[in-house]
């Protein structure tokens, strides 16, 4: 029998002056298997001001309270009947949210093994049998000031998050619109839409993704991409826009775009125009080692700039230019064919040639 259990648990002095002003509106749930201190306190509570208040001497209830009664805090008894305090803790702990709910333990189990064993379940405080009520209202003040700090804080952290959010969010249209425009810059000459840039980021992007590219790498490709030819910015219209076949030494120079596009894009701290840089650079190396401005083949080729290069051959080839007509889609498809191994990746193709025959690449045709 738990003889201490059937008596008044509490002494009734008044508190003293150092006692703070209370969270009033707390919910507080006290959980004890006597009636007689679940309105002890109840009462003490009331007293203090405190008007949210929940009580039951049914342990197997707890949970089912705690749950629908959200309580800013938890008097919990340990001996109780089965599902004892204990046990209750343990329920508790696994559905307890974000912030957790502090909880204090009621106990005359003074043992250290009793103490370290409810605080290992997640106890932040006891209150030993027999309590004061100054000092029941002063531990339920402490352990709802670190509840509210904790809500505050968290509070706090999601308006940070969402503020970061936005302003990210803010610098990212910014950014994006920058390289739409600067992709745009490089096309004006011969596509003064800017379609044509568009189109390659677009499309080299689902072939990336296509091509199993780590996800963040094909939003990257996606915006560095249209940049491919920003180095045209600096070849003459009297070549760029030639109708006719290029002189030897012409086309040296038409050549030279991809380094004049790298440096551009060079030195830049943000990796989406390192990668630009990379492919204005590269993407008209081949395959077989025969391409500009290096010679390099195969896989010494950055994997964006063989996606790339596919890309925008085959929008080359199917929009008019200045200098030709636009071809059907199935001719451009057969060109790329022949190209596998030689000027283009042979995976590359394939998989361009597959997202090509699902119908995944919009429209195949000029308009």
């Known amino acids: 029998?738990?003889?201490?259990?059937?008596?008044?648990?509490?002494?009734?002095?008044?508190?003293?002056?150092?006692?703070?002003?209370?969270?009033?509106?707390?919910?507080?749930?006290i959980v004890d298997d006597q009636d007689v201190n679940?309105?002890?306190?109840?009462?003490?509570?009331?007293k203090a001001g405190y008007s949210k208040l929940r009580g039951t001497t049914d342990s197997a209830q707890a949970l089912p309270i705690f749950e629908e009664f959200r309580p800013d805090a938890v008097i919990l008894d340990l001996l109780m009947p089965p599902p004892d305090g204990y046990q209750v803790l343990e329920q508790l702990r696994g559905r307890m949210?974000?912030?957790?709910?502090?909880?204090?333990?009621?106990?005359?189990?003074?043992?250290?093994?009793?103490?370290?064993?409810?605080?290992?379940?997640?106890?932040?405080?006891?209150?030993?049998?027999?309590?004061?009520?100054?000092?029941?209202?002063?531990r339920i003040a402490n352990v709802l000031d670190v509840r509210y700090c904790h809500l505050r804080t968290r509070a706090d952290r999601i308006l940070l998050a969402e503020t970061v959010r936005e302003r990210t969010g803010g610098l990212e249209s910014a950014q994006n619109e920058i390289l739409d425009r600067l992709a745009r810059l490089a096309e004006f000459r011969d596509d003064d839409t800017g379609e044509h840039t568009q189109r390659v980021g677009r499309i080299?992007?689902?072939?990336?993704?296509?091509?199993?590219?780590?996800?963040?790498?094909?939003?990257?490709?996606?915006?560095?991409?249209?940049?491919?030819?920003?180095?045209k910015v600096g070849i003459p219209d009297e070549i760029l826009l030639r109708k006719?076949?290029?002189?030897?030494?012409?086309?040296?120079?038409?050549?030279?775009?991809?380094?004049?596009?790298?440096?551009?894009?060079?030195?830049?701290?943000?990796?989406?125009?390192?990668?630009?840089?990379?492919?204005?650079?590269?993407h008209h190396e081949r395959w077989d080692g025969t391409g500009y401005p290096d010679r390099l083949a195969a896989g010494s080729v950055p994997v964006a700039a063989r996606i790339t290069a596919v890309v925008?051959?085959?929008?080359?080839?199917?929009?008019?230019?200045?200098?030709?007509?636009?071809?059907?889609?199935?001719?451009?498809?057969?060109?790329?064919?022949?190209?596998?191994?030689?000027?283009?990746?042979?995976?590359?193709?394939?998989?361009?040639l597959e997202l090509l025959r699902a119908g995944s690449l919009g429209p195949t045709t000029a308009g």
Not at 2 to 23: I, K, Q, V
Not at 97 to 118: K, L, W
Request: charged residues 30%.
């Open 38 to 46: 679940v309105r002890l306190l109840e009462q003490v509570l009331r």
């Open 97 to 138: 949210p974000e912030v957790e709910v502090p909880i204090v333990v009621i106990t005359a189990d003074v043992t250290s093994g009793a103490r370290q064993r409810a605080l290992s379940l997640g106890a932040i405080d006891f209150l030993t049998k027999p309590f004061d009520h100054v000092e029941v209202l002063l």
């Open 1 to 29: 029998m738990r003889n201490e259990s059937r008596r008044a648990e509490t002494t009734m002095d008044e508190p003293g002056p150092m006692m703070r002003t209370p969270r009033l509106d707390a919910r507080i749930l």
């Open 312 to 352: 925008d051959v085959w929008d080359a080839l199917i929009h008019e230019r200045p200098y030709k007509k636009a071809w059907p889609a199935e001719r451009a498809a057969e060109e790329l064919c022949g190209q596998r191994e030689r000027q283009f990746d042979p995976e590359v193709v394939d998989a361009f």
């Open 204 to 231: 080299a992007a689902a072939l990336a993704r296509a091509l199993q590219v780590d996800e963040r790498e094909v939003r990257l490709i996606r915006r560095a991409a249209p940049l491919h030819d920003i180095g």
């Open 244 to 282: 006719g076949p290029l002189a030897p030494d012409e086309r040296l120079l038409m050549q030279g775009h991809t380094r004049i596009g790298a440096r551009i894009l060079s030195g830049s701290p943000f990796r989406v125009l390192q990668l630009a840089e990379t492919i204005a650079l590269r």
